[in-house]
């Protein structure tokens, strides 16, 4: 697999886990105790991974070497949705970490939340 494919997968999957991890369910419960990525419904994860692709290929040249595209996946979700933590919270961005912050802003924030269906939907 060309490296580009493998980068964009881990930055994908950085960014399902982080999500899960991130988000309750109607228990107080993370989301990641109880659901993982198979639980998400179909049109809400083809737009997670929208949202991926298109970040990850606007800013892939701003990513260091070292930093895991795992990482920046889960970055991404934690500052689009405006967490404790994220880009501009890591050492090794340092100024690259405030830019990245910025581009995140034109991508709204995104709540998870379980059907009826015990499908996760956003």
């Known amino acids: 697999m060309p490296q580009h494919k493998e980068d964009v997968k881990m930055f994908i999957n950085g960014y ?17 105790s109880n659901y993982t990525g198979a639980d998400i419904d179909q049109l809400t994860y083809g737009k997670m991974v929208l949202d991926c692709h298109e970040f990850y290929k606007e800013n892939k040249s701003l990513f260091p070497t070292g930093y895991s595209m795992s990482s920046a996946g889960h970055d991404f979700w934690l500052t689009r949705n405006g967490h404790g933590g994220g880009f501009w919270d890591r050492d090794e ?16 924030q995104v709540d998870l939340y379980v059907g009826d269906d015990g499908k996760i939907y956003a």
């Open 16 to 32: 399902v886990t982080c999500a899960l991890w991130s988000s309750t369910d109607d228990n107080d419960e993370p989301m990641d």
């Open 93 to 108: 961005l340092d100024e690259v970490g405030e830019v990245l912050t910025e581009k995140c802003h034109r991508f709204p």
